[in-house]
């Protein structure tokens, strides 16, 4: 089996691949490339002919404690039928693991079609997400209001620098350099995006919407804010739209997003829960200097016990004023050891719960209850976007 990325003339066996994978149709004409801005790697036979499994790599940065990780988001993981169970996959993330070093991965993220397939790699899902229905009375408290501006590509830069003041904000959000993620041709596409600005013209938050008008729904895609005054803005911009819809529908939310303590009555409310995605770390080392740390003095030892060899070994943390002394060695004695799975879940969400609640976690043994551990890793809220 060869593992490679994929070049152009390898187009017609990636659409082989992804067609039988995910049951689409090819037209030759139109899908003539490979997908772009990623690196597609590929487990061939070993004559280098034919394309078995593949997954495409995509780079990003994303907002973490006091700076940021390098992150390499996979999609469209899929292996042709006949080939399955024949270890491509597995070869594939090896590669990924070999790669992380040289292409600044620090981190991967995936949506994975199960979690338990995912971890036997290292990935773990690290948070929930909401979705919310609303009836629009729910709101009725809110005053309406058009202090807003709509995105169009005139506005983008404004946009960008709006979305990433607030994702620097939020653990594990997605840094965001072009409009691909935004509708700036809302004429076209009929999903909006509206910035809310306040009395000083700065604009402060804003959502990502369409309207279904057969079910007299707002659907939300995304929606961000600075502060109380922000969102309440926002939230009174989207009532406008209370006149001939019914429904507002927040389709991801962080589980306790500041938009549910906006609704005084909930006995209205339609709240559904779902897996926010998977996270592997693939430098340790990085994850732990980036960290934000407690002010107060604090140390322990943490034992990775994970098969990627660069995270392995014991780190000797140590902390103050917000940053940590991070040093490894080899061998000796830990107060905890994670699997490379729970390593992603502690390490990037925290824990709530204390050692009792770390004692049901998979790939968690806790040698020495060490209360410093716990106060450098908090619960915290974790929530990403980004579909890939």
Not at 67 to 77: E, K, Y
Not at 136 to 146: A, K, P, Q, T, Y
Not at 284 to 311: A, C, Q, R
Not at 359 to 380: C, E, H
Request: hydrophobic residues 35%; contains cysteine; proline residues 3%.
């Amino acid at each position: 089996m060869i593992i490679r990325c994929l070049n152009e003339n390898d187009v017609g066996e990636y659409n082989k691949v992804s067609s039988s994978a995910f049951i689409w149709k090819v037209d030759p004409e139109i899908d003539n490339k490979l997908p772009d801005d990623a690196c597609v790697l590929g487990a061939f036979s070993d004559d280098n002919k034919t394309l078995m499994a593949l997954a495409e790599c995509l780079d990003f940065k994303n907002y973490f404690g006091r700076g940021m990780l390098g992150c390499v988001g996979i999609g469209g993981v899929a292996t042709k039928p006949e080939y399955r169970r024949m270890g491509g996959v597995r070869r594939i993330f090896s590669e990924v693991e070999r790669l992380s070093s040289e292409r600044g991965w620090d981190i991967g993220i995936l949506y994975p079609f199960s979690t338990e397939y995912y971890r036997l790699f290292g990935y773990e899902n690290v948070a929930l997400y909401a979705s919310a229905k609303v009836p629009f009375r729910c709101l009725s408290h809110i005053e309406r209001n058009c202090s807003v501006d709509l995105l169009e590509q005139d506005k983008l830069d404004d946009m960008l620098a709006l979305y990433n003041n607030i994702a620097l904000k939020t653990n594990l959000c997605f840094r965001r350099e072009t409009g691909k993620y935004f509708s700036t041709e809302p004429y076209k596409t009929a999903v909006y995006t509206y910035m809310w600005k306040n009395a000083e013209g700065e604009y402060r938050s804003y959502a990502t919407y369409s309207v279904n008008r057969d079910e007299k729904t707002v659907q939300v895609n995304e929606i961000g804010f600075q502060d109380r005054e922000s969102l309440c803005g926002i939230l009174g911009f989207l009532r406008c739209y209370d006149g001939n819809q019914e429904y507002i529908n927040f389709g991801k939310l962080p589980i306790n997003s500041p938009v549910f303590e906006m609704l005084p009555e909930t006995a209205h409310l339609e709240r559904h829960l779902g897996n926010m995605g998977a996270v592997r770390i693939y430098n340790v080392g990085k994850v732990l200097d980036t960290k934000l740390y407690p002010e107060e003095h604090g140390s322990f030892s943490l034992l990775i016990e994970d098969s990627h060899k660069p995270n392995a070994g014991i780190y000797d943390i140590e902390y103050e004023k917000g940053t940590a002394k991070v040093t490894k060695r080899s061998g000796g004695n830990a107060d905890i050891s994670l699997s490379a799975a729970a390593a992603a879940r502690l390490l990037i969400s925290g824990v709530s719960g204390g050692f009792e609640a770390l004692g049901y976690m998979n790939g968690v043994k806790v040698f020495n209850g060490n209360n410093d551990f716990l106060r450098a890793f908090p619960a915290v809220d974790t929530f990403f976007n980004d579909g890939f």
